[in-house]
C-alpha cells in the first residue's frame, strides 16, 4: 500500500455528481435504437450522458427516436457535456413550445428535431419536477462519497444552477450538511449566477466572503459558450463539418462587463467556461476593460476549459494573469471529432495544456465531473498521453507536450491550491493506493485504486 497525496479537482459539479444518479445512465448505450427499450417507470423520463460518436449510428438523437420510446410522456436526453439535449413531441407540448415559438438570446432550437442547446434548454428544463431540499441534500451527500472514494478531498464546485432551485435553497442544504458533520469535503464555490439581479442580491447579502465549516465562496462562475461536441463552443471561423454555424455566444458583451465588473469591484474572482478561441477573444479583452476601471491587480480570474486557446491567447493569458483550469480527459471523449469539427489547422492550436504549463501559467487541473469521469487517474493519464481511454485504438493527440506524473500531480495540488485560495494552508489530507502511481507504467494508472481517504487526518472512506 501506498501512501500518496490527496486530490483538489478546480472545476467539477458536486450537487451534479449526486443528480445524475437519479436520472437514465445513457453513457453505455452505443446505438439510438437501444434506447428504445428504456424502462418508462417515470412520469418524466430523463437521460443523460449520450455521445453522438459513441452510436453505431453517429448522429444526433431527434426526437423522431424519442417518440418511438414514448408519444405519452416526456422524454428527455441531455448530452454528456451539459450543452445540448434532444426531447420529443410531448415534452415540447408540456413545454408549450411550438414551430412558432420564436428563439432566445443565448441559445438555439429545432422543433423538427426536438434539439435544444444552451439557454434554449432551459424551455424543457423548466418542465422537470423541482426537488425539496432534502432531496438537494441527498445528492450533494452522494456527490460527496464519490469524490471521497476516488481520493478527492477537496475541490472547486459550480452548484447553484445545477437545478432549477433558488441558489439559496442550495446554500441553505450546505450550510444544514456541514453543520451537523455530515459534510466534511473541503469545498470552494463556483458561484454561478449568471444574472445581474441574482449577482447584486448575492452581493448585497455579503455572501462572497461566507464561510462555514470546510466551505468558502469562490470566484462569480459563468458559462460564456458551449462545448465543442456539441458545435456550440464560440469560435472565430465556422465549423469545418458545419459551415452554418461559429456556435453560440451566450452573453452580449455588456452584460458580460456588466457580470464581471460587479464582481471584481467586490474584490470577487471571476472564473469563466470558455471553449472557443471567439469567446476566448472577448473574454480577455473583457477583462482588460474591467480591471482597468477597477484598478484591482491581484484579481486570480481564470478561464475554465480553455480548449481552444492559441498560442497568441496563452501568451496574452500570461501577460494579463489570468490563469487556466483545464480537463485533459476531455480528450477521452472529444478525440474522435477534434479535426472533423475544426479541420487540421485549428486542431493544431487545441488542448495547448502543456504549451501553458511552459509557459509559465497556473494551469489547474479538473475533471468538470460528471461531464467526464471524477477518476484523478485517468485525467493523469490523459495528461501523459494524450490518448482517449474510451478509444484506445486512436493514435495519440501529438500536437502538444506531455506531463509527467510530477507535473500532473502539481497541477492537481499545488496548483489548484492557489485557485482554492489554500497555497499557505498545510492540510493533513492523504489517500492510500493499492500501487505507487509515480513508478508505475502509463496504463497502469488506469488500475490504480483508492484504498482509504483521509481528510484531516480523519479516515473518510475505505474500500470493502
Known sequence: MIKHPAFNDSHLHLLGLGYVETMVDLSSYTSIADTYNITLDQNIIFGRGWHQDQFIEKRYPTKEDLNTISTEKPVIFLRVCGHVLVCNDKAMAVAGVTSQTPQVSGGAFNYDTGVFSEDAMR?????????????????????????????????????????????????????????????????????????????????????HNLHFGNFKMGPLKLLADGSLGGRTAFLNAPYTDDSSTRGIKVFDDDKLEELI??????????????????????????????????????????????????????????????????QPIFINSDLPIIESRLGKARTNESYLFHTMLKAGLNVGFSTDAPVEPVNPFYNIYTAMTRKSIKHPQLDHFDNDGLFTYQSALDCYTINNAYHSYDEDNVFNDYIVLNKDPKTAESDELLTTSVLETYLDGTLVYKKQ
Open 123 to 207: 424551455m424543457i428544463k423548466d418542465i422537470l419536477e423541482k426537488p425539496d431540499k432534502a432531496a438537494v441534500k441527498e445528492m450533494l451527500l452522494s456527490g460527496q462519497k464519490q469524490l471521497f472514494e476516488n481520493g478527492i478531498t477537496q475541490c472547486a464546485s459550480d452548484d447553484f444552477s445545477i437545478l432549477d432551485v433558488p441558489y439559496e435553497m442550495v446554500l441553505e442544504a450546505l450550510q444544514e450538511l456541514y453543520a451537523s458533520g455530515e459534510m466534511t469535503i473541503r469545498l470552494t464555490e463556483q458561484v454561478n449566477l449568471p444574472k445581474v439581479s441574482l449577482l447584486k442580491d448575492f452581493l448585497s447579502k455579503n455572501y
Open 261 to 326: 465588473y460587479l464582481a471584481d469591484s467586490h474584490g470577487m474572482d471571476v472564473a469563466i467556461h470558455a471553449i472557443g478561441d471567439a469567446i476566448i477573444d472577448t473574454i480577455l479583452d473583457t477583462f482588460k476593460k474591467v480591471t482597468e476601471r477597477t484598478g484591482r491587480t491581484n484579481h486570480r480570474h481564470s478561464l475554465i476549459h480553455a480548449q481552444l486557446a492559441t498560442k497568441k491567447q496563452i501568451k496574452r493569458m500570461k501577460q494579463m494573469g489570468i490563469m487556466p483550469i483545464v
